[in-house]
């Protein structure tokens, strides 16, 4: 990841939306979403390494952290470089438990991509299967990170071969999921396939993983994984197959994610009910920086000093410190965005994204 890592540097970056990728994790409870995103945010230096795995930084509310469990959506903004070239990662992380299954919802309009995170030995469950088919409702392409390949090895003390074929199931049952709840315009595009790198292994625990693509270049094959926890020297695959790379390489990849302007497009007819000539529709779709500001809210907290702070997507226009805003038809006009609430203050200009 780059060493700027200040909000500065962000926001200076948001205004390339190219290198832009609005994400979420999604998958069904306990198969490791905040456990992995705690990797991310050690590599961008928000969280010590040292406890990364076990802070399950974003649940950030005590009785998450009590109940092992994420309640709300939490958000957070990373920076990584890929071939010499920074991104911005949005990251949105997700409930698991079907209780939640509004929170995710309201998320989903958010995000473009969504990594969907499985539990290798628990492989596809019915939630994973409800937040997919969520996903594909809402036009946010998947990809697939298989997790706790750690638990084959030494639970299930399965050999190489057999992990093969346990992970290669895991990969058609999921592809199954898009195609039965995919549109016929982007199901066959959005299957995922291990050599085109829409597939990560790995383990979120442990703090690595690997695409294809990585274990080629680094001559590392399952025999290698296996004997590194049949000699307990597996303490080195972080360094080796780093976890974050795994992850937010797959996710920046063109073809992989959309950036908000190709997303913007094929999306937005699917997911605002309001008239999409209008001036704000094709602002919108056209992802226009001086367009009338228009921001899907998907979470709203009350904070001790700064008082109440609303978290969301801004789909076009802009918000800058200073700014009135307004809930829709609480002033002037109204924007239907669905069920959710979006602000709408057309004389601000641009400042994030």
């Known amino acids: 990841m780059p060493k700027f890592r200040q909000t500065a540097e962000i926001l200076k970056l948001m205004s390339k939306k190219e290198n832009i990728r609005n994400i979420g994790i999604i998958a069904h409870i306990d198969h490791g979403k905040t456990t992995m995103t705690d990797s991310l945010l050690a590599e961008a230096g928000l969280l010590s390494p040292r406890i990364a795995g076990e802070a399950r930084a974003l649940d950030y509310l005590e009785e998450e952290q009590k109940r092992g469990i994420t309640i709300k959506t939490a958000n957070i903004s990373l920076l990584h470089e890929m071939e010499g070239t920074p991104y911005v990662i949005n990251l949105i992380d997700t409930p698991g438990h079907v209780d939640f299954t509004g929170k995710v919802t309201r998320a989903l309009r958010a995000i473009d991509g969504a990594v969907v995170v499985v539990d290798a030995v628990e492989e596809v469950m019915v939630q994973t299967e409800t937040v997919t088919r969520q996903a594909l409702e809402e036009r946010v392409q998947p990809v697939l990170f298989i997790n706790k390949v750690d638990r084959l090895i030494k639970e299930l003390k399965l050999n190489p071969d057999e992990i093969q074929k346990k992970l290669i199931r895991i990969i058609r049952d999921f592809n199954n999921l898009i195609d039965i709840y995919g549109e016929p315009e982007f199901k066959d595009r959005w299957r995922v396939d291990p050599a085109k790198e829409t597939v990560a292994f790995g383990s979120a625990l442990h703090k690595w993983g690997f695409t294809l693509n990585i274990a080629q270049q680094k001559g590392i094959k399952f025999k290698d994984i296996v004997e590194a926890y049949k000699k307990e020297e597996y303490q080195a695959l972080p360094q080796l197959l780093p976890l974050h790379t795994a992850i937010l390489d797959m996710v920046v990849k063109n073809k992989n994610m959309p950036n908000p302007i190709e997303a913007q497009k094929y999306r937005l007819p699917k997911i605002w009910k309001g008239d999409i000539n209008s001036e704000i529709g094709q602002a919108m779709l056209?992802?226009?920086?001086?367009?009338?500001?228009?921001?899907?809210?998907?979470?709203?907290?009350?904070?001790?000093?700064?008082?109440?702070?609303?978290?969301?997507?801004?789909?076009?226009?802009?918000?800058?410190?200073?700014?009135?805003?307004?809930?829709?038809?609480?002033?002037?006009?109204?924007?239907?965005?669905?069920?959710?609430?979006?602000i709408w203050e057309p004389s601000a200009k641009l400042s994030t994204r």
Request: glycine content about 12%; proline content about 5%.
């Open 286 to 342: 056209n992802c226009e920086d001086n367009g009338p500001t228009v921001m899907c809210i998907t979470l709203a907290q009350m904070d001790p000093q700064a008082g109440l702070v609303a978290t969301g997507r801004l789909f076009s226009g802009s918000v800058k410190s200073g700014d009135q805003v307004y809930l829709v038809g609480a002033k002037k006009g109204r924007i239907e965005y669905n069920r959710f609430p979006c």
